[in-house]
Every structure is written in C-alpha cells, then in structure tokens.
C-alpha cells in the first residue's frame, strides 16, 4: 500500500462532473491538502496525445471498440507509471478526473466489450494501486444529454454517441458501485447543486478524517 491517498471522480456525460472537479479542488484546498490533479485519459505528454487519438471526432476511419479500450489502457500505463505512482510513493495526494472505473463503464458497458478483457489489463496496467475514494456522479441519461445539449460547446467523438451508449455507460457505472461501495459512493447529480456539494462535502470530510 503506498503512503499517498488517491481520489477519482467519475460520471456520466452531463452529470455535472466538471463543476464537481472544481468544488472538490476547493474544498480540499480549504482543508490544507495539497493535492496533485490529473486527468484520464491524459495525465502525461504522451497520454494526452493518446488523448487526443481517442476524443478527436474522424471522419476517415472508424476505431474499433478494442482499439478505443488498449489506447485507453496504453494512456493509462504512461500515467500510472510516470505521474500517479511516483506520487503516491512519495506520499502526495493525487485526484484524477476520470480514471479505471471509465473503462468498465463505457468500454465494457458502452461498447459492450466483455469485463474479462479490461481485468486482464486492470491487473497488468494498475495492479493494486486502485483510488482510496471514487466519487460517482450519477443522473438519468436522459437528463444529462438535455444539460449536455445547453452548454453549446462542440462534442468529443465519445459525446456524440447516442442514448442507448449512455444508459448502457450509467448501468455499468452502477454495477462498478455495488461491487465495491466502501471505494465508491454515489451522488445523486440530478439534485440541485447546493445539495450535490452537501453531498460531496460529507463524503470528503468522513474520508479526510478517517486518514489523518
């Protein structure tokens, strides 16, 4: 077990995940942890070059749901082994947007690819070095595609999907937190906001005094 602590946040596409990212990094600032943050897929030069293969709508070719899962996984190593272990040898925090729990979630559920591939890479690529705390921001496909759609902003190859892909994602999701309920704990993100950050405000502050 390495000495650092390790926080993911996860959800589905209009879940409020962004808005989340920011209250958390305030939140833990107030509290006087420093924390590195990271992102998946990216986290490294190189990562986020990967990154850019894996969002970056093409016109020309299709990617094969198997290539979409090893770019993720080849994104994954560079960060495992460049950023994130190296931090928590060294006993930092490290919160990452997104990490292992996406891949079961839109690679196993949205692209329908069987979970025994990615725990084959899961215990190759990340071993037992597995997030302390996930925070899961869960909200009806429906929902989050309608608060998708008013933010305007242009949609990664992934975003673009439809609906079928994002329920399929949030089952998924919710199979990944009944398996291990201790690590993941679900937000309701169709609540109003000042209740989602009540949410989240609990969660960290049972966790942060559970660790110092």
């Given at each position: 077990?390495?000495?650092?602590?390790?926080?993911?946040?996860e959800?589905t596409?209009?879940?409020?995940?962004?808005?989340?990212?920011?209250?958390?990094?305030?939140?833990?600032?107030?509290?006087?942890?420093?924390?590195?943050?990271?992102?998946?897929?990216?986290?490294?030069?190189?990562?986020?070059?990967?990154?850019?293969?894996?969002?970056?709508?093409?016109?020309?070719?299709?990617?094969?749901?198997?290539?979409?899962?090893?770019?993720?996984?080849?994104?994954?190593?560079?960060?495992?082994?460049?950023?994130?272990?190296?931090?928590?040898?060294?006993?930092?925090?490290?919160?990452?947007?997104?990490f292992?729990?996406?891949?079961?979630?839109?690679?196993?559920?949205?692209?329908?690819?069987?979970?025994?591939?990615?725990?084959?890479?899961?215990?190759?690529?990340?071993?037992?070095?597995?997030?302390?705390?996930?925070?899961?921001?869960?909200?009806?496909?429906?929902?989050?595609?309608?608060?998708?759609?008013?933010?305007?902003?242009?949609?990664?190859?992934?975003?673009?999907?439809?609906?079928?892909?994002?329920?399929?994602?949030?089952?998924?999701?919710?199979?990944?937190?009944k398996?291990?309920?201790?690590?993941?704990?679900?937000?309701?993100?169709?609540?109003?906001?000042?209740?989602?950050?009540?949410?989240?405000?609990?969660?960290?502050?049972?966790?942060?005094?559970?660790?110092?």
């Open positions: 077990m390495l000495p650092g602590k390790f926080i993911t946040i959800g596409e209009g879940a409020g995940k962004s808005t989340a990212v920011q209250f958390i990094k305030n939140h833990l600032q107030q509290s006087n942890i420093n924390v590195i943050w990271t992102r998946e897929p990216g986290g490294t030069e190189l990562a986020e070059h990967i990154r850019n293969l894996l969002l970056h709508p093409m016109s020309y070719e299709e990617m094969e749901p198997e290539t979409e899962l090893l770019l993720m996984f080849a994104a994954r190593a560079q960060h495992m082994k460049k950023r994130i272990v190296p931090a928590l040898t060294a006993g930092q925090w490290v919160a990452s947007d997104r292992l729990d996406a891949s079961y979630a839109y690679q196993g559920g949205g692209r329908k690819i069987d979970s025994k591939y990615i725990k084959l890479l899961d215990q190759w690529i990340v071993g037992d070095v597995y997030p302390d705390l996930t925070l899961l921001l869960d909200i009806d496909p429906q929902k989050g595609f309608e608060r998708a759609e008013k933010r305007g902003t242009d949609k990664d190859r992934i975003e673009q999907e439809k609906m079928d892909f994002f329920i399929r994602v949030r089952q998924a999701y919710l199979v990944r937190a398996q291990d309920p201790k690590r993941i704990k679900l937000i309701d993100a169709g609540q109003p906001l000042f209740m989602v950050e009540d949410q989240m405000r609990s969660i960290l502050n049972e966790f942060i005094e559970n660790v110092q």
